[in-house]
């Protein structure tokens, strides 16, 4: 797994994962490299800005409930920026009622994925919104 501040090799879709929970990010993130996307870990939003000043990932996937700054301030920030305005923000959240979804479009994410996280559909919906962008 690659963490935040390490320098990754474009070979393979590059994914950010802002996640708080330990577990939560270790089953997004080996589900994903298994099906051949490079991940870089942020518990946190400033561990995100330090990452997306080393690299530009293909996706975000923002965790909606962080401690502090929560993910929909985050994603608004980071769709305000020149610098990242462009990189599409998929949404987190165990938090999947209509609202919750529609707040998360209106801050700026391009997609939702409701918490618990299917295992087996994860990968393919990651792919799917990779190649739509």
């Known amino acids: 797994m690659s963490s935040q501040g390490t320098v990754i090799l474009r070979n393979k879709p590059l994914v950010l994962v802002v996640e708080d929970n330990a ?5 997004i993130s080996d589900l ?7 991940v870089i870990q942020a518990f946190n939003p400033a561990e995100a800005l330090i990452a997306l000043k080393q690299q530009k990932p ?27 305005r462009e990189i599409p923000i998929v949404a987190l959240t165990a938090h999947a009622m209509k609202q919750d979804r529609d707040n998360a479009f209106q ?3 391009d997609g939702f994925i409701a918490k618990p996280i299917d295992t087996r559909a994860l990968p393919e919906m990651i792919h799917k919104f990779l190649r739509r962008n």
């Not at 577990?23 to 089953?27: A, E, G, P, S, V």
């Not at 994903?32 to 996307?37: R, S």
């Open 107 to 109: 801050a700026g994410c």
């Open 23 to 27: 577990d939560n990010m270790r089953l």
């Open 32 to 38: 994903l490299e298994i099906y051949h996307i490079q």
């Open 58 to 84: 293909d996706l975000i996937l923002m965790d909606i409930s962080l401690q502090g700054t929560d993910g929909l301030t985050f994603t608004r920030k980071l769709k305000s920026d020149l610098g990242t």
